[in-house]
């Protein structure tokens, strides 16, 4: 047991730092490629899109909470219907994540009225991707627990 929990420490830091190390070596491709205009609408979609994740609602750390409790007991079939019921309930997630972004994207002018129709379609195009982005990744936000 104290072999895994070491593997997966070190696991987890050496994803913290790749994640680190890519946003680092993302950002200037990203400024470089993206106009001051398009680099804003970007920023402004992503910080919309990223109140998304609000709505995990603490069960990302209630399964971890349970899923330790059950490997402490070892039992096997309580941890895989905690890992079940969090696949459905991050799937609904993902589903009403799915369904506000898209209330966003056909209603982005009411939301933000002083885009540019050339800037409205940018937005809608950033929006659309980051929020199937976001839906796609809530989807296994149960595994990491």
Do not use: C, H, W
């Not at 200037?28 to 970007?42: E, I, K």
């Not at 399964?63 to 219907?81: G, S």
């Not at 195009?125 to 990491?144: E, G, K, N, R």
């Amino acid at each position: 047991m104290n072999r895994e929990l070491k593997i997966s420490a070190i696991v987890s830091f050496i994803l913290l730092f790749v994640s680190s190390i890519g946003s680092i070596i993302y950002m200037p491709f990203l400024t470089r490629y993206l106009s001051v205009s398009d680099f804003g609408l970007y920023m402004l979609m992503g910080s919309l899109v990223g109140y998304f994740i609000i709505f995990d609602f603490g069960i990302g750390n209630a399964i971890k909470r349970f899923i330790a409790k059950y490997r402490a007991e070892k039992d096997q079939v309580k941890i895989n219907q905690v890992y079940s019921i969090g696949v459905i309930l991050f799937s609904l997630t993902a589903i009403v994540i799915a369904m506000i972004g898209f209330i966003f994207y056909q209603n982005i002018e009411l939301f933000f009225p002083k885009l540019s129709e050339e800037e409205v379609s940018t937005a809608k195009s950033i929006l659309i991707v980051l929020t199937f982005d976001t839906s796609f990744t809530f989807i296994f936000l149960v595994f990491p627990s």
